[in-house]
């Protein structure tokens, strides 16, 4: 996150009054979750569609033991006969599969085109994290 859209957050934040409920957190994800982001969320927001599969795993590890949510956002191209949103759940479920969790797709539809036959994804993941 660049420190202009940290700003922003910061900002929206403030505007929506919940300074008490969400804390804004400058860093690549990652480290940030590794680093003592574990096990505490109850919902994960990816809302980088670039890196969201190779990310996907972090978001797990965010998670909270039990089960929790995703919202998953991907950029996939898809011909004339193939459905993007299918697509991204095909994508996710491998690595879901990978990482051997039960899971399932509470939503799934376009967000916008982003070129041609290039479209964003999101998914709702309802995730079930063994307590470990």
Known sequence: MSYAAAEYQR????LNGVENVVEPILGDAAGIIKA?????????????????????????????????????????????DEDPIREVEKRASRKMAELGLDFKVSLGRVVRTVGLRRFQVVLGLLVHKEYL
Do not use: C, F, T
Request: proline letters at 6%; a positive charge.
């Open 36 to 80: 003592g982001l574990r096990d505490v969320a109850h919902r994960v927001l990816m809302p980088l569609p670039e890196r969201a599969l190779q990310y996907l795993g972090y978001a797990i590890i965010a998670l909270r033991p039990g089960e929790g949510g995703i919202h998953y956002y991907e950029h996939i191209s898809a011909s004339r």
């Open 11 to 14: 900002e929206n934040v403030r």
